[in-house]
T-cell receptor, first 114, second 112 residues
């Protein structure tokens, strides 16, 4: 069964628009971690954020913000005032318990047009 | 601090051959994980090593193997290559006690 679902395959926006990426996860563990990674065309996965299951506080980091809601098993990611450099594939991932194994979603391709 | 390095970056092999990929983690990181990325299957976990011991293994055939050395460097080996093994192989490292993983640039393997 898919543990992480990213329903949006592709999103295309014009520069300065906001972009919200959806992520829904599934786990039976009470302790788990959620992650967002960015994969630019160069191919390297860039770590953006980690959240544990006991910390539902939302976070803002510059133009990035994350909304974690355990009640709906969602961990959504918003890019505010998007820029062309934000164009990449974004992956949501889950690790369970003390496991380091990451289960990734299928990814959402974000294209920001000038 | 230098990031995760992987060698080689690109590799072309033919069916039936074997291949060894290398990964050097970030200095001080003792956990190394490997992932396979393909257009059809996405990102899939291969295995994870810590202190030279395999701690976790994904659902891949026995043709895929790995090891970790005392300096935390890791290698993965794929024997009897198949066309479907063509993929980007990503290595990631983590510091002890924290599970955020930092990825290398990957090795792109093409099997002809």
């Amino acid at each position: 069964a898919q543990k992480v679902t990213q329903a949006q395959t592709e999103i295309s926006v014009v520069e300065k628009e906001d972009v919200t990426l959806d992520c829904v996860y599934e786990t039976r563990d009470t302790t788990y971690y959620l992650f967002w990674y960015k994969q630019p065309p160069s191919g390297e996965l860039v770590f953006l954020i980690r959240r544990n299951s006991f910390d539902e506080q939302n976070e803002i980091s510059g133009r990035y913000s994350w909304n974690f809601q355990k009640s709906t098993s969602s961990f959504n990611f918003t890019i505010t005032a998007s820029q062309v450099v934000d164009s990449a594939v974004y992956f949501c991932a889950l690790s369970e318990g003390v496991d380091y194994k990451l289960s990734f979603g299928a990814g959402t391709t974000v294209t920001v047009r000038a | 601090k230098a990031g995760v390095t992987q060698t080689p970056r690109y590799l072309i092999k033919t069916r039936g051959q074997q291949v060894t990929l290398s990964c050097s983690p970030i200095s001080g990181h003792r956990s190394v994980s490997w992932y396979q990325q393909t257009p059809g299957q996405g990102l899939q976990f291969l295995f994870e090593y810590f202190s030279e011991t395999q701690r976790n293994k994904g659902n891949f055939p026995g043709r895929f193997s790995g090891r970790q050395f005392s300096n935390s460097r890791s290698e993965m080996n794929v024997s009897t290559l198949e066309l479907g093994d063509s993929a980007l192989y990503l290595c990631a490292s983590s510091i002890f006690g924290r599970n955020e993983q930092f990825f290398g640039p990957g090795t792109r393997l093409t099997v002809l």
